[in-house]
């Protein structure tokens, strides 16, 4: 009888803890920001400015189009996106095929195959200040890429109709170096279930001779915004 009934506490027990558990948030762990799916698509408006010793700045202004276009098995099953992007200089031209890239994702990583070179864009699962080298797939040096809180000034600063969504954003830190001689900032925020919202790049470098010093006036560089203005998915 009393073994009964320890048999029965404990089936109790059990079924108690099987009752509460908690089911793993794809938010949480971060999945949910870098969401992909065939048909899937993100529309960016551009800016992007070079700056040169001889020459005024020259500012490109432009619509670009990223569209999961197929998927296909990789090396272990893991399967590949072909990421199709387009782009036009105005809203009432035809799309052009601009490139193709490639993406993957599994539980440890987000991967995008740009121009041929692998770049490591999200680790899971996400934990505040979480580090990692960017360019452990390619032959570059390393890249320290740093997952934190989408910056207040950052937030401030970009600029889109559907900004609400911001609120549910985090922000890849992948260099921010800045001095009275050059700027190195360059970052990507993404947001739940919807992937990439705002990529800036800025690699600037500033007069140093001593009449200008501490000045930031520009020599030479670049300064590239790409900030999303729709997204969802072809029928």
Same mark, same amino acid.
Request: net charge negative; with cysteine.
């Given at each position: 009888?009393?073994?009964?009934?320890?048999?029965?506490?404990?089936?109790?027990?059990?079924?108690?803890?099987?009752?509460?558990?908690?089911? #793993?948030?794809? =938010?949480?762990?971060?999945? *949910?920001?870098?969401?992909?799916? !065939?048909?899937?698509? &993100?529309?960016?408006? /551009?800016?992007?400015?070079?700056?040169?010793?001889?020459?005024?700045?020259?500012?490109?202004?432009?619509?670009?189009?990223?569209?999961?276009?197929?998927?296909f098995?990789?090396?272990?099953?893991?399967?590949?996106?072909?990421?199709?992007?387009?782009?036009?200089?105005? #809203?009432?031209? =035809?799309?052009?095929?601009? *490139?193709?890239?490639?993406?993957? !994702?599994?539980?440890? &990583?987000?991967?995008? /195959?740009?121009?041929?070179?692998?770049?490591?864009?999200?680790?899971?699962?996400?934990?505040n200040?979480?580090?990692?080298?960017?360019?452990?797939?390619?032959?570059?040096?390393?890249?320290?890429?740093?997952?934190?809180?989408?910056?207040?000034?950052?937030?401030?600063?970009?600029?889109?109709?559907?900004?609400?969504?911001?609120?549910?954003?985090?922000? !890849?830190?992948?260099?921010?170096?800045?001095?009275?001689?050059s700027?190195?900032?360059?970052?990507?925020?993404?947001?739940?279930?919807?992937?990439?919202?705002?990529?800036?790049?800025?690699?600037?470098?500033?007069?140093?001779?001593?009449?200008?010093?501490?000045?930031?006036?520009?020599?030479?560089?670049?300064?590239?915004?790409?900030?999303?203005?729709?997204?969802?998915?072809?029928?």
């Amino acid at each position: 009888m009393l073994r009964s009934l320890l048999w029965i506490s404990l089936v109790g027990w059990l079924l108690a803890c099987e009752s509460e558990t908690i089911e #793993p948030s794809s =938010a949480r762990l971060g999945f *949910s920001y870098f969401p992909i799916e !065939v048909g899937n698509f &993100r529309e960016y408006a /551009v800016q992007d400015i070079s700056y040169s010793l001889l020459n005024e700045p020259d500012t490109q202004r432009y619509f670009l189009r990223e569209v999961v276009a197929d998927s296909f098995p990789g090396q272990g099953n893991e399967l590949i996106y072909r990421l199709e992007r387009f782009s036009r200089f105005f #809203p009432d031209q =035809a799309w052009v095929l601009d *490139s193709v890239w490639t993406a993957r !994702v599994n539980t440890q &990583r987000a991967v995008v /195959v740009e121009n041929n070179t692998p770049f490591i864009k999200l680790v899971f699962p996400f934990t505040n200040k979480l580090v990692w080298d960017g360019n452990a797939l390619n032959a570059k040096s390393a890249d320290r890429y740093e997952l934190q809180t989408t910056p207040e000034a950052l937030l401030e600063e970009i600029e889109s109709t559907i900004d609400t969504l911001l609120t549910q954003s985090i922000t !890849v830190v992948q260099s921010n170096v800045s001095s009275l001689v050059s700027d190195s900032i360059f970052s990507e925020t993404y947001v739940d279930n919807v992937g990439l919202f705002y990529k800036k790049s800025v690699n600037i470098a500033y007069c140093a001779e001593e009449d200008c010093l501490g000045q930031f006036i520009i020599d030479f560089g670049r300064d590239y915004r790409q900030t999303l203005t729709a997204y969802g998915k072809i029928d």
